[in-house]
């Protein structure tokens, strides 16, 4: 099976800035730096909306056919649940020590999801080389828009109530 095709690179690239930037933000919020752990967060939510964007509608979707025990709703629940940490250190004021603890929770949920989520490749890495091209497209497009993964989520978040 190819696994290096361009679609899985950029995809796996993706997968390693992602868990770069929650790596360094739960480091900054356990060393105490909450100025740069919302900075980091803030780079997160704008370098993760594509992608994210691209799993719901591009790679959950597929996972019934490949991974039947895998619940595309709670990989769609956990990115809501990361989305509320980034909120939490970009938006809100972080003056509460509980909040703080929550927003590590869901960031250590989201180094555990993306994790999880990047060995999901081998489904892409199966598609034929005609669904790659247009999965790899609809990848670039959504980067294009550069939208961020709240604004995203807060769609989302609209549609599902």
Not at 90 to 115: F, M, T, W, Y
Request: aromatic share 4%.
């Amino acid at each position: 099976m190819k696994t290096q095709t361009p679609l899985v690179e950029e995809f796996l690239a993706d997968h390693k800035q992602m868990s770069r930037l929650l790596y360094e933000a739960l480091a900054a919020i356990k060393q105490g730096n909450i100025s740069l752990a919302r900075e980091l967060a803030v780079r997160l939510n704008y370098v993760s909306g594509p992608h994210i964007q691209y799993e719901e509608m591009e790679l959950y979707p597929r996972l019934k056919d490949h991974y039947g025990a895998v619940s595309e709703e709670g990989l769609i629940q956990e990115h809501h649940e990361i989305a509320a940490g980034i909120r939490s250190l970009v938006q809100d004021p972080v003056d509460d020590p509980s909040d703080l603890d929550e927003a590590e929770r869901r960031l250590q949920i989201g180094l555990n999801h993306a994790e999880h989520c990047g060995s999901l490749v081998s489904v892409l890495a199966g598609l034929t080389d005609e669904e790659q091209a247009a999965s790899l497209v609809v990848l670039r497009e959504l980067r294009n828009q550069q939208r961020s993964w709240l604004d995203y989520d807060q769609e989302q978040d609209a549609k599902r109530n």
